[in-house]
């Protein structure tokens, strides 16, 4: 398939029908990238949006922590009592 021709600039110069073709032949290309970046937004806006639902990050407070901190102990101390003599010597 020929498509117009060169003057002797070396520019090609394409007649309707020919611009016609080429229409034709890349028209479904052309569909599939117009559609492509279309997605392409619809995917960066989304992701903006979730970003900017998940701003909220909670904090523990100090009497909390005290609390966790309390409990990790007296758990602890439970596990330690129930260790006998022998296992405690194994693992220092």
Not at 25 to 53: G, P
Not at 62 to 81: G, I, T, V, Y
């Amino acid at each position: 398939m020929y498509l117009g021709h060169y003057n002797q600039n070396g520019d090609m110069i394409l007649f309707q029908e020919d611009v016609e073709r080429v229409v034709k032949i890349f028209s479904d290309l052309n569909q599939k990238r117009m559609i492509f970046e279309q997605d392409q937004l619809l995917y960066r806006k989304k992701e903006r949006t979730q970003m900017q639902l998940h701003t909220f990050k909670p904090q523990i407070n100090e009497a909390n922590k005290e609390l966790a901190q309390r409990a990790r102990s007296r758990q602890a101390d439970k596990m330690s009592a129930r260790l006998s003599s022998y296992d405690r010597r194994s693992l220092k």
